[in-house]
C-alpha cells in the first residue's frame, strides 16, 4: 500500500518536518529514524511511503518540525490512527493539519477533559451508513453542549450545496468528529465547512468561523483520502471551571484517625459538586518518613517518589467498624480528633502500631491475595527496593544510608535476595507491602468516586527529593549528591532558601530518555488526572548551592552561562582575582556589619595586614560555622556570631566556576547589598553593576529556554494527564 502524507505547513528555508510513528518506515517512535517530508509548496509538505498492510494493522503517526539549529519540536496530540488493515485499498492520502503543541483546545483532550469534566459533552448523532466511501473527514471540537452535534457542508451535490435540510451529521470516533462520504471525482476540489447542529431542535446553530475550507485531490478506484482538519474553527472559552487547593491532612473528620485520610476525600468530593467547583487540588502524598517526628511532616520532602505515606490510611476501612484492634482505640481516636492542630508524633505511632497488629492478623491471606499479587506485580520496581529502604532505615536508625552498616550502596540483585520470603525480616518487608497496597486502594477508591461526582482530582509533583530518600540510595547517578537546591533571595527569605534537594543530573537522565521522570508520571496517572510541577523553572534552571553551604544566598543558577575573565577586560576592569572571589573583610567592614561587637568576630579571623583580614582555615565556610555552633549551647549572642561569620562568608562579588582554573565565574546576587560590593570604587561599581544585569537577565534567557525544551516537551508528551507548572520569582523573559 501507498501511503501519501500532505501536511500543511509553512516552513522558512533550511527548516524541515517529519512524520513519526509506530512502525519501522515511520521510526518507530525514534527521532534518529524519522521519515523525512519534502518541500511542496508555500502551504505543503509531503512524502510517499510503501507499507504492507499484512504486517500492521494500524499505524499511529504524528508530525516534527526541525529549526535550523536542528532542535526538534514535535506537534502536539498524539491521536492520529489510521486502519489499513482489510480495507482492500492499493493507495491511501492522508491530508493533514498541524497541531501546535500550545494550541489552547489541547488541553480539552487530556485525561481529565476526556473522562470526567467533557466526557457527556455533544450529542450522540444518528448518522446515515456509508457502506463504501472515498473520503473520512475528521475535525476536534470538544466544547459542544448538549445535543449539539458537528454537520459538514460543501458545494458539491454529495456535501448538500449548503443546504442543510438533510445535514451531514458527524459522529463521534476516538475523539475526532468524523464522516465518511463517497465523492465522485468531479466534486474536487471542494469547498466546504463545518457546523454546529442541534440535534434535538434539528436546526444549524451555526458554522464555523474563517473563510472556506478548500481539498485538493481526486478519488480514483481503489484510494482513499482521510482528512485530519485539526481543530473546528468555533470559540474556545466557553468552558468555566474553579476548584479548592488543599492539603489530604487538613481534611479531618469524625471518621479520621486525628488527621486527614484518604477516604475523606470523598466527603470533599461531595461538597465540590454541590458548590460547582470541578478540581481538588492536593499536596504531595508521598511518603516522607525520615524520624518518625515532627519534622517528617513536611510534605515536599519525600523519601520516595512513588510510596504514599502511611498516616494517610483508614483502619476502619482495612478492618471494619467492628474490628477489635480499632474498638479499642475509639477514645485515643476522638482525643486526637479533637486536638485543634495535628499531632503528627502520636497519630503516626498509633496508626503504624494498629496496622502492624491489623497485618499480623491477616498476613498469610493478604499474601495470597490474586488482587494484591497483581499490584505487587505491577509496582514491584519501586516497591521491592522501597520496602527495603525502610527496613534497613529502621534497623540502622537512620535513612542516611551513607551511614549504614550494609547496602549503603544499593545493589539490585543483592536487594532482591535480601528481601526474599525466606528471609528472617521477611515480616517487617511485606509490612511495607501490606501499607502500599492499601493506600493504593483507598486513594484509587477516592479518586473514583470524586470522579462519579464530577470531580478530577490535582496531584503535586515535588521539584526535589530528599537527600536521604529511597530515590537516591537506588539511582544516585540520577542527582548531584554534592549540591543543594533551593531558592535565591526575597522579601521574605532574605538570604535566600536551601531546601538541602539535591539537584538533578540531567544529562544522565536524558540518557535513557527521562525513564525516571517518566516512571514518576506514569504513577502519578493511577491516581491523578492533572498534576502540579513544583517549581517548574527548576527544568530551566535549579538553583544550585554549594553543599559546604549553608546559606541560599551562596548559590547561582546551574546551568548557567558563565561570565569568562576576559570579559572584564573587554569592560576596562582590572580583574583581582581575590579581591572578587575572596570575603571582603576590613576593620570598616566588620565595624559597618557588627559596631561594637567587632571584637568577637577577631577570634575567626587571621590578621592580613592594613586593616585587612580573612577566615581562619577552619572556619572558611559556612559548614564549618555550623558544625562548632551547633557542638556549643545556643544563645541570642552565639547566633550572633554564628550569622555573623556566615555574613562575612558570603561577603563576595564572584564565585568560581568550578573546574574552570579561574577563568570563569558566576556573580554571587543581590552584590550591590555587601560591603564588598560597597567598598569599590564607583567606576568599578559601575562597569560591575552593567556586567550582573547582563549575566542576570539578558545572556541567559536563550539558553534556559533551550534547556527546558530538551527536557518539558518529551516528558509532556509521556503522559495525556493535565500538567500545570507553578513558579514565582525571578521569571525568565518569553
Known sequence: MRIQFYIRYSTQPGEALFVSGNIDGLGSGSYSKLFPLTFLDDEFWCGTLEVDPNTVAKIHYGYVFRNRESQLFHEGGQDRVIDIGKTGIEELQLMDAWNPSGEYENVFYTDPFLHVLLKDNG????????????????????????????????????????EITDPLLMYRENGWWTLRLKLPKETLPLLYKYGVYNVKEKELVRYEEGENRLLHGDAQNKKMTIVHDGFVRLPNNTWKGAGVSIPVFSLKSRDSFGVGEFNDLKLL??????????????????????????????????????ALHPIYLNLESIGGRHDHHIKSLRKKQKQLNDLPELDYEQVIKFKLST???????????????????????????????YAAFCYLRDRNGTADFSRWKIYSVYDKAAIEKYVSPKAKHYEDISFTYFLQYHLHLQLKEAVEYAHRNGVIIKGDIPIGVNRSSCDAWTNPELFNMNVQSGAPPDDFAIKGQNWGFPTYNWERMAQDNFEWWRKRFAQMAIYFDAFRIDHILGFFRIWNIPIESVQGIMGFFAPALPVHVYEFGQRGMWFNYHRFCKPY?????????????????????NAEGNNHYSLKEEYTTQRQVEKLFSSLEENADSTKIRDGLYDLISNVILFEQAGSNGQEFHFRISVESTTSFRHLDWNMQQQLRSLYNDYFYRRQ????????????????????????GEDLGMVPRG
Open 123 to 162: 450529542a450522540k448523532a444518528k448518522t446515515k451508513s456509508h457502506k463504501t466511501f472515498t473520503h473520512i473527514f475528521r475535525v476536534k471540537a470538544p466544547l459542544l453542549k448538549k445535543n449539539e452535534a458537528l454537520i459538514l457542508s460543501g458545494n458539491a451535490e454529495a456535501t448538500g450545496k449548503w
Open 269 to 306: 468530593a461531595d461538597w465540590a459538586e454541590k458548590t460547582g467547583l470541578k478540581l481538588i487540588q492536593l499536596l504531595p502524598v508521598n511518603d516522607t518518613t525520615v524520624t518518625r517526628t515532627w519534622k517528617d511532616s513536611y510534605p515536599y520532602a519525600s523519601i520516595s517518589a512513588f
Open 355 to 385: 496496622l502492624r497488629e491489623m497485618f499480623l492478623s491477616r498476613k498469610e491471606k493478604f499474601l495470597e491475595d490474586e488482587d494484591f499479587q497483581q499490584f505487587f506485580k505491577d509496582n514491584k520496581h519501586w516497591l521491592i527496593p
Open 585 to 605: 573583610i576590613t576593620d570598616a567592614v566588620l565595624w559597618e556589619l557588627f559596631g561594637p561587637n567587632k571584637e568577637k568576630f577577631i577570634p575567626f579571623l
Open 701 to 724: 534567557d536563550e539558553f534556559w529556554r533551550k534547556e527546558a525544551m530538551e527536557k518539558l516537551p518529551s516528558l509532556k508528551r509521556s503522559t495525556n494527564m493535565l500538567i500545570c
